[in-house]
């Protein structure tokens, strides 16, 4: 931003914020720069205070004496580089990204930092930036990493100058710093990498090339509160896909790194956006990084002190804006699959994006509920579409509606068979015994039961999905075993209540 200094060094002393993230449950940063800052010896040198006295924010001045006095009258790019230490030294890993040239808030199509030959963006000078960043932060091994352009947007923006500026400014990293992962975004605001699919990047290295993407609900409008959730769900997921997450199938990592939403929990497209963008991440295994940590602006749209209703901490960089939410994507913050990652064998888990929690067991007379996957019950989803439990016979069962699921040895009938449906792919729907049609859902305590399969027809666009969206995932993640020290009585008393409680 116009100030040129991570944003909340008025509220909280730096390393106070560098641990509440590692608190938080975050292990990474992606700390963002402007170009000019490295490249524009009079911009980088001016200090702190003179920075803010510019901007006429002198009360920010004052707070920041009070929390964090050695920065005051030290230069903005010594700042900077005060921040990267505080957050190394609190363990936190760094991604240094190129977000902008010109200092000040990011981004529209036509703000002359959008694209290689845009008023702010000269990509000689470009190059000039990445090679001294990398330059700079060699020695600090908790750098990982260095996003070379925040995105790439506007009426000059051409696939041929992408790959001609991209190799370049990768080859300057490498040569720079052969020890970081070079991270690429892609086009129309970071949202297509498709020219992926028919040209590969032509580099001297391999092994450490990482592509990036970014996805909001507003990034599609009002797509998500105007059109029916499922369908909506489904072209924006086949179309993350086709333009972005396909790199994965070329054997690339991808890095979404930037998606969020409003933490008041009162916006409606983000929201079901939400609930759609996490079944995705679960599924796929994506590494992320979430917009955004700031609680408040020292300026931003000419207000001072705006608030950031998308910050995970609060106005005042002390408490966290919504608990549930950071316990919600907890469950991404560690891989399900990713690759190295092996803790048992392959298989399935349910997993609920709306909780982010996924269906488990406690015993064999409970019935299933939502609880925490790290506890997740183990499934195989077969061709014959039953859902089994790895370990045992049991297979999910429909049984009545609005009851809870059971778990059956008779698998070879309509109620134990489970069909992904409608156009989210997230409906997991079965047969009652006089052939309703029923979808899983969850109940007020939790417990998994079958409902009539909601918000189906495109037609309807009030309708939220949101309680009927699972998802199957692939897991090699530890899941609880199964003791094999079950009482025979109750296995007995299991087995009566589902085969014989209608005689006795």
């Given at each position: 931003?116009?100030?040129?200094?991570?944003?909340?060094?008025?509220?909280?002393?730096?390393?106070?914020?560098?641990?509440?993230?590692?608190?938080?449950?975050?292990?990474?940063?992606?700390?963002?720069?402007?170009?000019?800052?490295?490249?524009?010896?009079?911009?980088?040198?001016?200090?702190?205070?003179?920075?803010?006295?510019?901007?006429?924010?002198?009360?920010?001045?004052?707070?920041?004496?009070?929390?964090?006095?050695?920065?005051?009258?030290?230069?903005?790019?010594?700042?900077?580089?005060?921040?990267?230490?505080?957050?190394?030294?609190?363990?936190?890993?760094?991604?240094?990204?190129?977000?902008?040239?010109?200092?000040?808030?990011?981004?529209?199509?036509?703000?002359?930092?959008?694209?290689?030959?845009?008023?702010?963006?000269?990509?000689?000078?470009?190059?000039?930036?990445?090679?001294?960043?990398?330059?700079?932060?060699?020695?600090?091994?908790?750098?990982?990493?260095?996003?070379?352009?925040?995105?790439?947007?506007?009426?000059?923006?051409?696939?041929?100058?992408?790959?001609?500026?991209?190799?370049?400014?990768?080859?300057?990293?490498?040569?720079?710093?052969?020890?970081?992962?070079?991270?690429?975004?892609?086009?129309?605001?970071?949202?297509?990498?498709?020219?992926?699919?028919?040209?590969?990047?032509?580099?001297?290295?391999?092994?450490?090339?990482?592509?990036?993407?970014?996805?909001?609900?507003?990034?599609?409008?009002?797509?998500?509160?105007?059109?029916?959730?499922?369908?909506?769900?489904?072209?924006?997921?086949?179309?993350?896909?086709?333009?972005?997450?396909?790199?994965?199938?070329?054997?690339?990592?991808?890095?979404?790194?930037?998606?969020?939403?409003?933490?008041?929990?009162?916006?409606?497209?983000?929201?079901?956006?939400?609930n759609c963008f996490l079944g995705l991440a679960a599924e796929l295994d994506f590494d992320w990084a979430l917009w955004t940590l700031v609680g408040s602006y020292y300026l931003r749209d000419?207000?001072?002190?705006?608030?950031?209703?998308?910050?995970?901490?609060?106005?005042?960089?002390?408490?966290?804006?919504?608990?549930?939410?950071?316990?919600?994507?907890?469950?991404?913050?560690?891989?399900?699959?990713?690759?190295?990652?092996?803790?048992?064998?392959?298989?399935?888990?349910?997993?609920?994006?709306?909780?982010?929690?996924?269906?488990?067991?406690?015993?064999?007379?409970?019935?299933?509920?939502?609880?925490?996957?790290?506890?997740?019950?183990?499934?195989?989803?077969?061709?014959?579409?039953?859902?089994?439990?790895?370990?045992?016979?049991?297979?999910?069962?429909?049984?009545?509606?609005?009851?809870?699921?059971?778990?059956?040895?008779?698998?070879?009938?309509?109620?134990?068979?489970?069909?992904?449906?409608?156009?989210?792919?997230?409906?997991?729907?079965?047969?009652?015994?006089?052939?309703?049609?029923?979808?899983?859902?969850?109940?007020?305590?939790?417990?998994?039961?079958?409902?009539?399969?909601?918000?189906?027809?495109?037609?309807?666009?009030?309708?939220?999905?949101?309680?009927?969206?699972?998802?199957?995932?692939?897991?090699?993640?530890?899941?609880?075993?199964?003791?094999?020290?079950?009482?025979?009585?109750?296995?007995?008393?299991?087995?009566?209540?589902?085969?014989?409680?209608?005689?006795?």
């Amino acid at each position: 931003m116009d100030v040129m200094l991570a944003e909340g060094l008025n509220q909280q002393p730096v390393d106070a914020i560098s641990k509440a993230i590692i608190n938080m449950g975050f292990n990474c940063v992606r700390l963002t720069w402007p170009l000019f800052l490295f490249t524009n010896d009079s911009l980088g040198s001016i200090t702190v205070r003179q920075s803010f006295k510019n901007l006429g924010l002198f009360s920010s001045i004052v707070d920041l004496q009070a929390n964090n006095p050695f920065i005051v009258d030290l230069s903005v790019l010594d700042a900077y580089k005060a921040v990267v230490a505080s957050l190394a030294k609190n363990n936190v890993m760094i991604i240094l990204d190129n977000h902008i040239s010109k200092p000040g808030w990011c981004c529209s199509r036509f703000d002359g930092n959008g694209f290689f030959g845009d008023q702010y963006f000269d990509p000689h000078l470009w190059i000039q930036g990445l090679t001294k960043v990398a330059t700079t932060f060699k020695a600090i091994t908790n750098v990982v990493g260095m996003s070379l352009r925040n995105e790439l947007r506007g009426p000059l923006q051409n696939v041929d100058d992408w790959y001609r500026y991209m190799q370049k400014g990768a080859e300057a990293v490498h040569a720079a710093n052969s020890d970081i992962l070079i991270i690429l975004s892609g086009l129309s605001f970071d949202k297509d990498l498709s020219f992926l699919h028919q040209r590969p990047m032509n580099l001297t290295f391999s092994g450490k090339l990482v592509f990036e993407i970014h996805r909001y609900g507003f990034t599609d409008g009002d797509t998500w509160s105007e059109k029916n959730a499922n369908q909506a769900c489904g072209e924006v997921l086949n179309e993350m896909v086709r333009k972005g997450a396909f790199v994965l199938e070329q054997g690339y990592p991808l890095f979404v790194s930037e998606f969020g939403v409003d933490q008041r929990g009162t916006n409606v497209n983000d929201n079901r956006y939400f609930n759609c963008f996490l079944g995705l991440a679960a599924e796929l295994d994506f590494d992320w990084a979430l917009w955004t940590l700031v609680g408040s602006y020292y300026l931003r749209d000419g207000i001072v002190g705006l608030n950031e209703y998308y910050g995970v901490l609060d106005w005042n960089w002390f408490d966290i804006r919504n608990a549930s939410f950071l316990q919600r994507i907890s469950v991404i913050r560690t891989p399900f699959q990713g690759p190295g990652y092996t803790e048992t064998h392959p298989h399935k888990v349910i997993f609920h994006p709306m909780t982010g929690l996924c269906i488990q067991r406690t015993s064999l007379l409970q019935p299933l509920e939502l609880g925490a996957c790290s506890e997740a019950e183990a499934w195989g989803y077969a061709p014959a579409k039953t859902l089994t439990v790895i370990g045992n016979y049991f297979c999910l069962h429909a049984d009545k509606l609005g009851q809870p699921v059971k778990l059956n040895m008779v698998c070879n009938d309509d109620s134990s068979k489970w069909d992904i449906i409608s156009d989210s792919k997230m409906h997991l729907s079965s047969k009652l015994q006089d052939a309703t049609s029923v979808c899983l859902d969850v109940d007020p305590n939790n417990v998994i039961v079958t409902q009539t399969c909601k918000c189906l027809s495109t037609n309807d666009t009030t309708c939220d999905p949101g309680s009927q969206w699972f998802k199957i995932i692939d897991s090699t993640r530890a899941t609880k075993i199964i003791k094999s020290s079950l009482q025979i009585k109750p296995i007995i008393h299991f087995l009566v209540r589902n085969f014989f409680g209608s005689y006795i």
